[in-house]
């Protein structure tokens, strides 16, 4: 804590506020995510909805395309959601407990104790990638710590250590220690105040510990994706709620099927000669995409699409608009029409 104060991050946008709905905000777009990634989103969140209540309120597609390029979409869901239950069961007055609050949805057991402490004083420990971290290689506990049994000492061990008091501060200074001296490679071990006691520093072990996660190699699955352009605008397709990119905007995919034939069989036309365009390769947690993007021109929009989850969005209109990563760049990247420059 002494170390914190004096060498810690102080300047970080939701470090000015006890205001639970910041500091909830911070750390669901920091899972997984870097900061200097964060900050922008977090600001421009923020302006479009202040309060919870504007959150809950708005549909969920403004939700999603401000998170457009975020990633892990599930977390901006369940954002909207647990906004909405705020508002519907606790009277917009976010929970003050970290019990209550990891009782709303996409909110587990670290988060709401990082919330429940830095806005409320609650003592109770977190255990994010960063206090994993910290600890695994302080006190050389061996073993990858997302399995049951090294997560569950682990958690035991991080309760046991909470001072008596200033815990915000104290959380404060696992995260900042495991974010800026501790980190995965190269850590900072000669500036750190843990050093004289660390094991893994002791034993020539920083580089092992904490224990990587077993390796499996991930499998690759393969989607040929179609852009069907016409006046400007692209046929998008709504995904379902749950799932891969679930409620966002994407392009609509052919599977297995010959992309004009399908665009004929979907849209009631003959096309003209789709056009490959350049491949791309996007890694998911678990699995691999390999997506070959196809190019439709017509003439005109066609009269109907194939039914209520399709939409034309205008290219001129794609920075708001929920799109996944992968799909944004393949907008962006598209050739002209033939016969422009």
């Known amino acids: 804590m002494t170390w914190q104060a004096e060498h810690g991050r102080h300047d970080l946008p939701w470090q000015q506020t006890r205001d639970p709905y910041r500091v909830w905000l911070s750390e669901i777009m920091l899972q997984q995510t870097r900061v200097e990634t964060v900050i922008p989103y977090y600001q421009r969140f923020l302006e479009r909805f202040p309060r919870i ?3 809950a309120a708005a549909p969920q597609e403004a939700v999603l395309g401000l998170w457009s390029g975020l990633g892990y979409y599930a977390r901006a869901r369940n954002l909207h959601a647990a906004a909405q239950a705020v508002v519907a069961e606790h009277g917009g007055q976010f929970p003050r407990s970290a019990a209550e609050i990891a009782g709303l949805p996409g909110i587990g057991r670290s988060t ?3 919330i429940a402490a830095f806005c409320f004083d609650e003592r109770v420990p977190i255990l994010d990638g960063n206090v994993k971290r910290v600890l695994c290689r302080a006190f050389g506990i061996e073993g990858f710590p997302g399995e049951r049994a090294v997560e569950q000492r682990l958690w035991a061990l991080a309760g046991e ?3 008596p008091a200033g815990v915000g501060r104290y959380i404060q200074a696992q995260m900042d220690l495991g974010a800026t001296l ?20 002791r034993d020539g072990r920083t580089a092992e510990l904490p224990t990587a996660r077993p390796r499996k190699t991930p499998p690759r699955r393969a989607s040929s994706m179609v852009v069907i352009r016409a006046d400007g605008a692209v046929l998008l397709e709504r ?3 749950a799932g891969i990119w679930g409620g966002l905007l994407a392009l609509p995919e052919s599977g297995a099927r010959d992309v004009a034939d399908w665009v004929g069989a979907y849209l009631g036309i003959k096309p003209g000669a789709p056009v490959a365009l350049p491949a791309l390769t996007h ?12 190019l439709v021109e017509l003439d005109a929009p066609p009269t109907a699409v194939h039914d209520g989850t399709w ?4 290219l001129d209109q794609l920075a708001e608009a929920p799109l996944p990563t992968p799909v944004r760049a393949i907008l962006n990247a598209l050739p002209p029409p033939a016969g422009r420059v």
């Open 53 to 55: 209540a504007d959150l």
């Open 112 to 114: 709401a104790a990082a």
């Open 161 to 163: 250590l909470l001072p």
């Open 182 to 201: 501790c980190t995965r490679s190269n850590p900072a071990c000669t500036r750190c105040p843990l050093a004289d006691g660390c094991v893994a520093l």
């Open 239 to 241: 995904r379902p709620p």
């Open 283 to 294: 890694a998911f947690t678990h699995f691999v995409l390999d997506i070959q993007p196809w």
């Open 311 to 314: 939409y034309w969005q205008n």
